[in-house]
Structure formats: C-alpha cells, structure tokens
Nanobody, 121 residues
Framework: QVQLVESGGGSVQAGESLRLSCVGS????????MGWYRQAPGKQRELIAR???????NYADSVKGRFTISRDDAKNTLYLQMDSLKPEDTAVYYC???????????????WGQGTQVTVSS
C-alpha cells in the first residue's frame, strides 16, 4: 500500500506564499499522474492541480496563475507553490495518485493526513 505524506501548511496572511510537499512511496510515483486536492470546511474535496509524469501541469480556474505544481521523481516528491494566497484558499490540502476515465480524474491511492492551510485577511 503506497503512502502519501503531506507537509508545509501553516497560517499566513493574505498575499503571502506557502510551499507544500508530498512524499510518496513505491516505484509507481515516477510513472503516475499526481494531483493536489483541497477540502474546505463544509465543502467537498476538490482537485485543484495535477501534473503528468512528463511534467505537464493543469490547474483549476480558482488557482490558475497563483499556484504552481511540480515534481521531483528522484525524491518521490510532489510540490505545490502557492502564491498570492487568499482567505478562500483556507483548507486541508492532500495529494494523491490520479487516473482518468475519459476527461474525469479521480484519486487512486489512500489518503494521507493532509496539511492545513489557513489564510487570514
């Protein structure tokens, strides 16, 4: 069973930045599409960014232009650079392996504990 461990969250002011990390295990990391999800209080978990195993990123409109997803396969690590943070970015952030059915992406691994991001105005 592959494990995912997220870190890097914290409490910041609006406009500041954070960098999240996600360490995976197992040999599948480098051949997997990876994604970042977030879940705000009272809301469903949503996929906000994904990256293919060859490095092509894709973003939800809510974070496009502010967040950057990247990966270091040698370290089995996925990153999310979050700039110009807003209060509405407050959520628990998770990473996961992704697979697609048509144009719909879904998580395939076990969920980690996530990392809390709190943005105050």
């Amino acid at each position: 069973q592959v494990q995912l461990v997220e870190s890097g969250g914290g409490s910041v002011q609006a406009g500041e930045s954070l960098r999240l990390s996600c360490v995976g295990s197992g040999s599948i990391f480098s051949i997997s599409v990876m994604g970042w999800y977030r879940q705000a209080p009272g809301k469903q978990r949503e996929l906000i960014a994904r990256i293919t195993h060859w490095g092509m990123p894709n973003y939800a409109d809510s974070v496009k232009g502010r967040f950057t997803i990247s990966r270091d396969d040698a370290k089995n690590t996925l990153y999310l650079q979050m700039d110009s943070l807003k209060p509405e970015d407050t959520a628990v952030y998770y990473c996961n392996y992704l697979d697609s059915v048509g144009s719909t992406w879904h998580a395939t691994g076990s969920w980690g504990q996530g990392t809390q991001v709190t943005v105050s105005s």
